[in-house]
């Protein structure tokens, strides 16, 4: 779509996360607008076209896919309609921007890259935000550089407040460690070998087969290890950090600002509750990203299909490791020429 001057985006999913893709469009993308929006909740999407400019408001996604008063399509429905979706709008060669994971299955996510490598060109950019966080950028620029020798470790934190679906380890992976695995391969520049996986549950309340802590192990090469806590059910608010230890020092990311308080007899900073709240300016910087590579036509700066089926591939060894209790190899497959 070169020379387009402002695209016309649909959104399809208009929850917590699609609704704040909507508002930031609307209010701080510039070159782009929402042109229509789907939810399976009517009143849902009006509600949410209400806070972005009053655009269409449709009752089919796939004809919100083929309109053709629609450039792009902003995918946040739930996760397991993603790859059906994301299929529909190659069939029309409109490019997509996808909340993570790609799809709920590795088999789906290597389709959806056979799809896009026939189509020729990247159309499919997956949100997995991290990669336009401040603080992982500040690292990852650390990291590239050099000064902190080869790097030998990788830890992360992954905290939610409250568990957003169901409790149960395969899931966790797949919702949430995706981005986890996700940054290590990006922050890294390295892939990952093998990967150990256990987990439990963090209240005794929770269902028997509730697994919402988890510890993931991974080996990249024969010399770098992650070591990354995943824990959806923390109860005090919404955190994600990441160290990286190199052969001559460390990195960390920095916690976003909050001013520190001093009241009452104690001192104290707030943390915040939510993933919209605390990667709120990556979510922007994410958005226009994308909508620069619709208009210019190059690839999209942030995780494409590759990226999004990669995350898929680990975060599915580390399912076969929580059950099996044991290490699993991950085999990576070629890597199509369209992402190189
Ligand atoms: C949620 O879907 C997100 O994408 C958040 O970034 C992540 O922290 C959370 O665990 C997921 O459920």
């Known amino acids: 779509m070169?020379?387009?001057?402002?695209?016309?985006?649909?959104?399809?999913?208009?929850?917590?996360?699609?609704?704040?893709?909507?508002?930031?469009?609307h209010a701080h993308i510039a070159g782009a607008h929402v042109a229509a929006v789907y939810d399976c909740d009517a009143p849902r999407a009006r509600q949410a076209a209400a806070q972005c400019g009053s655009p269409l408001v449709l009752d089919d996604?796939?004809?919100?896919?083929?309109?053709?008063?629609?450039?792009?399509?902003?995918?946040?429905?739930?996760?397991?309609?993603?790859?059906?979706?994301?299929h529909e709008c190659l069939r029309c060669q409109k490019p997509v921007l996808c909340e993570k994971p790609l799809a709920t299955s590795l088999t789906d996510a290597i389709d959806l890259v056979?799809?896009?490598?026939?189509?020729?060109?990247?159309?499919?950019a997956v949100g997995l935000m991290r990669r336009f966080d401040p603080y992982h950028l500040a690292v990852r620029d650390v990291v590239t550089s050099g000064q902190l020798g080869r790097p030998i470790l990788y830890k992360g934190i992954h905290r939610n407040?409250?568990?957003?679906?169901?409790?149960?380890g395969a899931v966790v992976l797949t919702?949430?460690?995706?981005?986890?695995?996700?940054?290590?391969?990006?922050?890294?520049?390295q892939e990952v070998g093998e990967v150990f996986v256990r987990g439990v549950r963090s209240h005794r309340l929770f269902?028997?087969?509730?697994?919402?802590?988890?510890?993931?192990?991974?080996?990249?090469?024969?010399?770098?290890?992650?070591?990354?806590?995943i824990y959806?059910?923390?109860?005090?608010?919404?955190?994600?950090?990441?160290?990286?230890?190199?052969?001559r020092g460390t990195a960390t990311t920095g916690q976003p600002d909050h001013a520190i308080m001093r009241w009452h007899g104690a001192r104290s900073a707030a943390v915040p509750q939510d993933w919209l709240a605390?990667?709120?300016?990556?979510?922007?910087?994410?958005?226009?990203?994308?909508?620069?590579?619709?208009?210019?036509?190059?690839?999209?700066?942030?995780?494409?299909?590759?990226?999004?089926?990669?995350?898929?591939?680990?975060?599915?060894?580390?399912?076969?490791?929580?059950?099996?209790?044991q290490p699993v190899t991950v085999h990576a497959p070629a890597r199509p020429a369209i992402y190189r």
């Open 278 to 325: 605390r990667f709120q300016t990556a979510y922007v910087a994410e958005l226009n990203a994308w909508v620069r590579s619709v208009q210019t036509g190059e690839p999209f700066a942030g995780a494409n299909a590759w990226d999004g089926a990669q995350a898929l591939l680990i975060t599915d060894a580390c399912v076969q490791s929580l059950h099996s209790g």
């Open 161 to 168: 407040a409250s568990i957003p679906y169901d409790a149960r």
């Open 232 to 247: 959806v059910g923390a109860e005090y608010g919404y955190e994600v950090a990441v160290e990286i230890v190199g052969e």
């Open 207 to 229: 269902s028997d087969d509730a697994a919402d802590l988890l510890l993931l192990q991974l080996m990249l090469g024969d010399d770098c290890l992650a070591a990354l806590e």
């Open 61 to 86: 996604p796939l004809a919100l896919i083929h309109d053709a008063r629609v450039d792009a399509v902003l995918l946040a429905s739930p996760d397991a309609t993603h790859a059906a979706f994301v």
């Open 2 to 25: 070169p020379g387009i001057s402002s695209v016309a985006v649909g959104i399809i999913g208009t929850g917590g996360m699609g609704t704040r893709h909507a508002v930031n469009l």
């Open 175 to 189: 919702n949430s460690a995706g981005h986890d695995v996700d940054a290590v391969r990006w922050l890294l520049g």
């Open 114 to 124: 056979a799809a896009e490598d026939a189509v020729g060109r990247q159309l499919i």
